[in-house]
């Protein structure tokens, strides 16, 4: 039965749209004719590992994979206020032109 082949990790995933790219790797799959697919279960089982991983690697290493949510959080919350001033500013100078 054909399956979809890593070339990077030799997975041999299951025939489906799902894995046209790796979900260890990110890398591109291949079909080939001669090989066993890993049953879905057993990919589906992989995907989740993967995203848990994943998650938990966001919810408690943030140093290790961005900056600190509450930064972030700050630096959105001041972008937004100068947008802010930048749009009320811009309603004053047409106000202003009106007037003139
Ligand atoms: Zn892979």
Redesign the pocket.
Known sequence: MPAKR??????NWPLSYHYAV??????R?DVVTNATAISTQEAKRMVSEIKFAKFYAEKWEPERTGPDPDEVGRREAAELARAWREVTLGFDDQSDQSDQ
Request: aromatic share 0%.
């Open positions: 890593c070339s990077l990790c030799a997975t790796c979900p260890t790797c990110q890398e799959t």
